[in-house]
T-cell receptor
Framework: DAGITQSPRHKVTETGTPVTLRCHQTENHRYMYWYRQDPGHGLRLIHYSYGVKDTDKGEVSDGYSVSRSKTEDFLLTLESATSSQTSVYFC???????????????FGPGTRLTVL | AQSVTQLGSHVSVSEGALVLLRCNYSSSVPPYLFWYVQYPNQGLQLLLKYTTGATLVKGINGFEAEFKKSETSFHLTKPSAHMSDAAEYFCAVSGAGANSKLTFGKGITLSVRP
C-alpha cells in the first residue's frame, strides 16, 4: 500500500464548528487530492494540489478550503461544518513523473465525518 | 468533459459464477480507464487500468477488463467469483496529462452467494 495516512479516522462534530482533516504521505508524490464519498454519488473531487502552496478547486469545493505547506501534508478544512458535509472523506496521491504508473491515484483509508 | 456510467447499483452472483460489471464512459479526449475496488470500511484499491496499447487488461485477483472504443465501454470480468470478491467496485476515467482529473462512476456493490 502507498504510504498514506488520514487523521482523524472518525469524527463527530456539531453544526457550525470548524473541522480540519489531515492527509499525510510518505511517497513524495507531487499531486494530492481530497474526495468525498456519498451513497449514490461515487467519489467527487473537492480540491487538489499540484505542489506546495499550489491548489485548485474540484467539482464540490463550496464550504471547503485546503492548504499544503509541505509536500507530505494536505489539509482539508470545513470552516463551519454543516449536516450536508456528513460524509466519508478520502485523500489520494499521484505523481506522473515519479511513479511508473502515470496518472494512477492511490487512496488513503478515509475519514468518516458526522456533523450533527 | 468526461463521465462514467455504471448501470445498476447492485449485482449478485453465486460463488464460482462469472462476474460481469459494466462500465461505459464519455470522454472528449483519449481516455485512461480504471477499476477500483473498495472493501467495507477501507479505502479504494486499484484493480487494473488501461492507458494505451493492449485493450485487454489484466488486474489483481483474477479480474480483467477490455477497452472497446467503438462501444465506449470498459467492462470488468472475472471467470469465477469468490466470496472474497464481495465489495464495491468503481469505474473511473481520466485523460492523459498531469492535470487531468479522475471522474468516478457511482459504484456497483457485488454480492457473492455461497
Amino acid at each position: 500500500d502507498a504510504g498514506i495516512t488520514q487523521s482523524p479516522r472518525h469524527k463527530v462534530t456539531e453544526t457550525g464548528t470548524p473541522v480540519t482533516l489531515r492527509c499525510h504521505q510518505t511517497e513524495n508524490h507531487r499531486y494530492m487530492y481530497w474526495y468525498r464519498q456519498d451513497p449514490g454519488h461515487g467519489l467527487r473531487l473537492i480540491h487538489y494540489s499540484y505542489g506546495v502552496k499550489d491548489t485548485d478547486k474540484g467539482e464540490v469545493s463550496d464550504g471547503y478550503s485546503v492548504s499544503r505547506s509541505k509536500t507530505e501534508d494536505f489539509l482539508l478544512t470545513l470552516e463551519s461544518a454543516t449536516s450536508s458535509q456528513t460524509s466519508v472523506y478520502f485523500c489520494a496521491i499521484s505523481d506522473p513523473i515519479l511513479a511508473e504508473s502515470t496518472d494512477t491515484q492511490y487512496f488513503g483509508p478515509g475519514t468518516r465525518l458526522t456533523v450533527l | 468533459a468526461q463521465s462514467v456510467t455504471q448501470l445498476g447499483s447492485h449485482v449478485s452472483v453465486s460463488e464460482g459464477a462469472l462476474v460481469l460489471l459494466r462500465c461505459n464512459y464519455s470522454s472528449s479526449v483519449p481516455p485512461y480507464l480504471f477499476w477500483y475496488v473498495q472493501y467495507p470500511n477501507q479505502g479504494l484499491q486499484l484493480l487494473l487500468k488501461y492507458t494505451t496499447g493492449a485493450t485487454l487488461v489484466k488486474g489483481i485477483n483474477g479480474f480483467e477488463a477490455e477497452f472497446k472504443k467503438s462501444e465506449t465501454s470498459f467492462h470488468l470480468t472475472k471467470p469465477s467469483a469468490h466470496m472474497s470478491d464481495a465489495a464495491e467496485y468503481f469505474c473511473a476515467v481520466s485523460g492523459a496529462g498531469a492535470n487531468s482529473k479522475l471522474t468516478f462512476g457511482k459504484g456497483i456493490t457485488l454480492s457473492v452467494r455461497p
